[in-house]
Protein backbone atom coordinates (compact mmCIF):
# COMPACT_ATOMS: atom_id res chain seq x y z
CA UNK A 1 0.00 0.00 0.00
CA UNK A 2 2.45 2.20 0.19
CA UNK A 3 2.60 5.24 1.01
CA UNK A 4 -1.77 6.18 0.02
CA UNK A 5 -4.39 5.96 2.90
CA UNK A 6 -7.69 5.52 1.70
CA UNK A 7 -10.68 6.24 4.35
CA UNK A 8 -12.54 4.62 5.22
CA UNK A 9 -12.44 1.01 5.04
CA UNK A 10 -15.57 -0.25 5.08
CA UNK A 11 -18.62 2.06 4.32
CA UNK A 12 -22.58 1.93 4.58
CA UNK A 13 -24.81 3.95 2.53
CA UNK A 14 -28.33 4.26 2.17
CA UNK A 15 -29.68 4.89 -1.19
CA UNK A 16 -30.23 8.60 -2.08
CA UNK A 17 -27.25 9.87 -0.08
CA UNK A 18 -23.81 11.33 -1.12
CA UNK A 19 -21.11 9.92 0.16
CA UNK A 20 -17.23 10.90 0.13
CA UNK A 21 -14.21 8.90 -0.27
CA UNK A 22 -10.72 9.84 0.85
CA UNK A 23 -7.34 9.01 -0.69
CA UNK A 24 -4.09 10.98 0.70
CA UNK A 25 -0.59 9.94 -0.20
CA UNK A 26 2.60 11.19 0.74
CA UNK A 27 4.58 9.76 -2.15
CA UNK A 28 4.85 13.47 -4.06
CA UNK A 29 3.59 11.76 -6.90
CA UNK A 30 1.90 13.86 -9.45
CA UNK A 31 -1.13 11.94 -10.89
CA UNK A 32 -4.08 10.38 -8.92
CA UNK A 33 -6.37 7.62 -10.44
CA UNK A 34 -9.55 6.41 -8.72
CA UNK A 35 -10.58 3.42 -10.18
CA UNK A 36 -14.04 0.71 -9.06
CA UNK A 37 -13.38 -2.86 -9.09
CA UNK A 38 -16.61 -5.05 -9.71
CA UNK A 39 -16.52 -9.12 -9.31
CA UNK A 40 -16.08 -10.60 -12.56
CA UNK A 41 -14.58 -7.04 -14.31
CA UNK A 42 -10.88 -5.29 -14.52
CA UNK A 43 -10.85 -1.94 -12.52
CA UNK A 44 -12.05 0.40 -14.42
CA UNK A 45 -11.19 4.06 -14.26
CA UNK A 46 -13.73 6.77 -12.77
CA UNK A 47 -11.42 9.97 -12.57
CA UNK A 48 -7.89 10.84 -12.76
CA UNK A 49 -5.84 13.49 -11.89
CA UNK A 50 -2.15 14.76 -13.71
CA UNK A 51 -1.69 17.99 -12.09
CA UNK A 52 -3.24 19.97 -9.14
CA UNK A 53 -6.27 21.77 -9.56
CA UNK A 54 -6.81 19.88 -12.67
CA UNK A 55 -8.85 16.43 -13.65
CA UNK A 56 -10.21 14.62 -16.19
CA UNK A 57 -13.30 12.11 -16.41
CA UNK A 58 -12.37 7.91 -16.78
CA UNK A 59 -14.21 5.83 -18.45
CA UNK A 60 -17.20 5.68 -15.95
CA UNK A 61 -17.27 8.81 -14.31
CA UNK A 62 -21.14 9.72 -14.44
CA UNK A 63 -22.09 9.75 -10.62
CA UNK A 64 -18.97 10.63 -9.51
CA UNK A 65 -17.23 14.22 -8.88
CA UNK A 66 -13.62 14.58 -7.34
CA UNK A 67 -11.58 17.66 -6.37
CA UNK A 68 -7.76 18.07 -6.73
CA UNK A 69 -6.92 21.06 -4.28
CA UNK A 70 -3.54 19.22 -2.65
CA UNK A 71 -1.15 17.82 -4.40
CA UNK A 72 -1.44 14.73 -1.41
CA UNK A 73 -5.20 14.53 -1.65
CA UNK A 74 -7.82 13.50 -4.50
CA UNK A 75 -11.27 12.91 -2.91
CA UNK A 76 -14.20 10.96 -4.35
CA UNK A 77 -17.83 11.83 -4.07
CA UNK A 78 -20.29 9.15 -4.97
CA UNK A 79 -23.71 11.06 -5.68
CA UNK A 80 -27.06 9.36 -5.99
CA UNK A 81 -26.94 9.30 -9.47
CA UNK A 82 -24.52 6.89 -9.17
CA UNK A 83 -27.10 3.82 -10.32
CA UNK A 84 -25.04 0.99 -8.67
CA UNK A 85 -22.46 2.42 -6.36
CA UNK A 86 -21.73 -0.80 -4.34
CA UNK A 87 -18.15 -1.97 -5.53
CA UNK A 88 -14.37 -1.58 -4.00
CA UNK A 89 -13.07 1.74 -4.70
CA UNK A 90 -9.33 2.08 -5.32
CA UNK A 91 -6.98 4.93 -5.70
CA UNK A 92 -3.84 5.26 -7.36
CA UNK A 93 -1.06 6.95 -7.73
CA UNK A 94 2.34 7.36 -10.07
CA UNK A 95 5.08 9.38 -10.45
CA UNK A 96 6.04 12.55 -12.85
CA UNK A 97 7.63 12.01 -16.32
CA UNK A 98 11.13 10.63 -15.84
CA UNK A 99 11.43 9.49 -12.90
CA UNK A 100 11.71 5.63 -11.61
CA UNK A 101 7.93 5.34 -10.51
CA UNK A 102 6.54 7.15 -13.53
CA UNK A 103 5.53 3.26 -15.26
CA UNK A 104 4.06 2.04 -12.62
CA UNK A 105 1.28 2.80 -10.87
CA UNK A 106 0.91 2.64 -6.73
CA UNK A 107 -2.54 1.65 -4.87
CA UNK A 108 -4.06 2.58 -1.28
CA UNK A 109 -5.65 -0.52 0.23
CA UNK A 110 -9.02 0.65 -0.84
CA UNK A 111 -12.70 1.28 0.41
CA UNK A 112 -15.58 -1.00 0.46
CA UNK A 113 -18.73 1.03 -0.40
CA UNK A 114 -21.43 -0.73 0.38
CA UNK A 115 -25.47 0.70 -0.10
CA UNK A 116 -28.42 -0.58 1.83
CA UNK B 1 -10.48 -1.85 -28.92
CA UNK B 2 -7.70 -2.23 -25.95
CA UNK B 3 -8.38 -5.50 -24.47
CA UNK B 4 -6.54 -7.71 -22.13
CA UNK B 5 -7.59 -10.95 -21.72
CA UNK B 6 -6.04 -13.35 -18.50
CA UNK B 7 -6.36 -17.45 -18.58
CA UNK B 8 -7.28 -19.58 -16.40
CA UNK B 9 -10.11 -17.61 -14.23
CA UNK B 10 -8.87 -19.28 -11.42
CA UNK B 11 -6.64 -22.38 -10.57
CA UNK B 12 -6.25 -24.40 -7.03
CA UNK B 13 -2.55 -25.80 -6.62
CA UNK B 14 -0.69 -27.60 -3.97
CA UNK B 15 1.82 -25.70 -1.60
CA UNK B 16 5.16 -26.51 -3.42
CA UNK B 17 3.86 -26.47 -6.88
CA UNK B 18 4.66 -24.21 -9.87
CA UNK B 19 2.06 -22.78 -12.07
CA UNK B 20 2.25 -20.55 -15.05
CA UNK B 21 -0.45 -17.43 -15.50
CA UNK B 22 -1.45 -16.11 -19.31
CA UNK B 23 -2.19 -12.87 -20.62
CA UNK B 24 -3.14 -12.23 -23.81
CA UNK B 25 -3.63 -8.27 -24.67
CA UNK B 26 -4.38 -6.33 -27.87
CA UNK B 27 -3.46 -3.36 -27.09
CA UNK B 28 -1.76 -0.85 -28.86
CA UNK B 29 0.27 0.86 -29.24
CA UNK B 30 2.11 -0.95 -26.40
CA UNK B 31 3.93 0.72 -24.11
CA UNK B 32 5.00 -1.98 -21.40
CA UNK B 33 2.75 -4.37 -19.14
CA UNK B 34 2.84 -5.19 -15.79
CA UNK B 35 1.99 -8.03 -13.03
CA UNK B 36 -0.02 -7.22 -9.58
CA UNK B 37 -1.06 -9.43 -6.78
CA UNK B 38 -3.93 -8.24 -4.99
CA UNK B 39 -4.95 -9.88 -2.12
CA UNK B 40 -8.06 -10.18 -0.91
CA UNK B 41 -9.71 -6.70 0.41
CA UNK B 42 -6.13 -5.31 -0.71
CA UNK B 43 -4.88 -3.23 -3.26
CA UNK B 44 -2.84 -4.70 -6.20
CA UNK B 45 0.80 -4.78 -5.79
CA UNK B 46 3.34 -4.67 -8.49
CA UNK B 47 5.38 -7.54 -9.35
CA UNK B 48 6.95 -6.73 -12.27
CA UNK B 49 6.95 -4.49 -14.66
CA UNK B 50 8.37 -5.10 -18.66
CA UNK B 51 8.27 -3.05 -21.84
CA UNK B 52 8.73 -3.86 -25.29
CA UNK B 53 12.11 -4.87 -25.35
CA UNK B 54 12.30 -6.70 -22.47
CA UNK B 55 11.22 -10.52 -22.57
CA UNK B 56 11.90 -11.97 -19.37
CA UNK B 57 12.03 -10.21 -15.56
CA UNK B 58 12.18 -11.81 -12.39
CA UNK B 59 10.98 -10.93 -8.79
CA UNK B 60 11.89 -13.59 -6.38
CA UNK B 61 9.82 -16.66 -7.24
CA UNK B 62 8.00 -14.73 -9.72
CA UNK B 63 9.06 -14.63 -13.62
CA UNK B 64 7.38 -12.88 -16.13
CA UNK B 65 8.15 -13.00 -19.91
CA UNK B 66 6.65 -11.28 -22.95
CA UNK B 67 6.15 -11.67 -26.55
CA UNK B 68 5.48 -8.45 -27.90
CA UNK B 69 4.80 -10.24 -31.47
CA UNK B 70 2.31 -12.31 -30.55
CA UNK B 71 1.04 -9.92 -27.67
CA UNK B 72 1.18 -12.76 -24.88
CA UNK B 73 2.46 -12.35 -21.20
CA UNK B 74 3.11 -15.30 -18.72
CA UNK B 75 3.37 -15.29 -15.28
CA UNK B 76 5.41 -18.29 -13.53
CA UNK B 77 5.19 -19.09 -9.69
CA UNK B 78 8.19 -21.18 -8.88
CA UNK B 79 7.56 -23.77 -5.51
CA UNK B 80 4.44 -21.95 -4.25
CA UNK B 81 3.98 -21.07 -0.89
CA UNK B 82 0.19 -20.35 0.96
CA UNK B 83 0.95 -16.87 0.88
CA UNK B 84 1.02 -16.68 -2.95
CA UNK B 85 -2.74 -17.03 -2.61
CA UNK B 86 -4.01 -13.56 -4.21
CA UNK B 87 -5.73 -12.58 -7.61
CA UNK B 88 -2.75 -11.58 -10.07
CA UNK B 89 -3.86 -8.86 -12.52
CA UNK B 90 -2.48 -8.27 -15.99
CA UNK B 91 -1.96 -4.57 -17.07
CA UNK B 92 -1.34 -2.90 -20.30
CA UNK B 93 -0.35 0.48 -21.06
CA UNK B 94 -0.37 2.49 -24.16
CA UNK B 95 0.15 5.63 -25.06
CA UNK B 96 -1.90 8.05 -26.88
CA UNK B 97 -0.90 11.26 -29.74
CA UNK B 98 -1.25 13.49 -26.57
CA UNK B 99 1.21 11.54 -24.32
CA UNK B 100 -1.30 10.39 -22.27
CA UNK B 101 -0.64 6.88 -21.06
CA UNK B 102 -4.18 4.61 -20.94
CA UNK B 103 -3.65 1.44 -18.72
CA UNK B 104 -6.23 -1.62 -19.49
CA UNK B 105 -6.80 -4.39 -16.78
CA UNK B 106 -7.33 -7.83 -17.32
CA UNK B 107 -9.85 -9.33 -14.88
CA UNK B 108 -7.17 -11.05 -12.82
CA UNK B 109 -6.86 -14.73 -12.12
CA UNK B 110 -7.53 -16.20 -8.98
CA UNK B 111 -5.16 -18.24 -7.50
CA UNK B 112 -5.17 -20.58 -4.23
CA UNK B 113 -2.85 -22.34 -3.03
CA UNK B 114 -3.61 -25.20 -0.48
CA UNK B 115 -1.23 -27.66 2.06
Known amino acids: DGGITQSPKYLFRKEGQNVTLSCEQN?????MYWYRQDPGQGLRLIYYSQIVNDFQKGDIAEGYSVSREKKESFPLTVTSAQKNPTAFYLCATKGTSGSSSYNEQFFGPGTRLTVL | KNQVEQSPQSLIILEGKNCTLQ??????????LRWYKQDTGRGPVSLTI?????NTKSNGRYTATLDADTKQSSLHITASQLSDSASYICVVSSINSGGYQKVTFGIGTKLQVIP
Open chain 1, 27 to 31: LNHDA
Open chain 2, 23 to 32: CNYTVSPFSN
Open chain 2, 50 to 54: MTFSE
